[in-house]
């Protein structure tokens, strides 16, 4: 049974026609050139962004936006390095887009200062991420860092409640992170 929170919210009315051609041109390349979970977490952070006031995507050019969205996931995900799949340099995403280097670039700082992304940011991280990595399960109760995945279950629950944790474990699907779309940054 889904939560609540997982329900995507509304795109509004003002911003959907610039979520949706920045969402085809997302989708196209990360059809293409990446893989289903780079193209859901695009479409996510295209959501956020649209249902910020005011939407930043109403205004400018639909394939800086995208370039933008890829290369934040991207750089979030560590896209550049070699030792992964898929694989690709953050530049070669910019030259696919038709995109200056320096303004695609300078569109993903952008959208990341804007949603306060940092890497190892679960919410924007690839599942096989976040299972690899301690750093989204970490936090810090009563004064001492401990793996969230070793916490009691009500425990789980409350630091799911506040965002702290992508997922309760033991109760995630394979399909991907559970938190809303940029719920906590709009």
């Not at 804007?114 to 924007?124: A, N």
């Not at 629950?157 to 991907?176: C, D, N």
């Amino acid at each position: 049974m889904a939560r609540q929170q997982d329900r995507e919210p509304a795109i509004p009315a003002s911003a959907r026609p610039a979520h949706d051609a920045i969402v085809a041109l997302t989708d196209s390349f990360c059809r293409d050139r990446l893989d289903a979970e780079y193209g859901a977490l695009c479409r996510k952070l295209a959501g956020a962004l649209a249902r910020k006031r005011p939407s930043p995507l109403t205004r400018g050019k639909p394939e800086v936006w995208a370039c933008g969205i890829v290369r934040t996931i991207g750089w979030v995900n560590f896209l550049d390095d070699s030792g992964q799949t898929p694989h690709m340099k953050l530049t070669a995403i910019d030259k696919a887009f038709g995109v200056a280097e320096s303004t695609g670039q300078g569109k993903s700082k952008a959208i990341r200062d804007l949603l306060k992304i940092r890497q190892f940011d679960f919410r924007w991280m690839l599942r096989r991420r976040i299972e690899e990595s301690p750093m989204a399960w970490m936090n810090q109760v009563n004064g001492f860092v401990v793996d969230a995945r070793h916490l009691r279950k009500e425990v789980q629950e409350e630091a799911y409640r506040k965002g702290l944790i992508p997922y309760i474990p033991g109760e995630q699907s394979a399909a991907g992170p559970a938190r809303a779309e940029g719920e906590d940054n709009e």
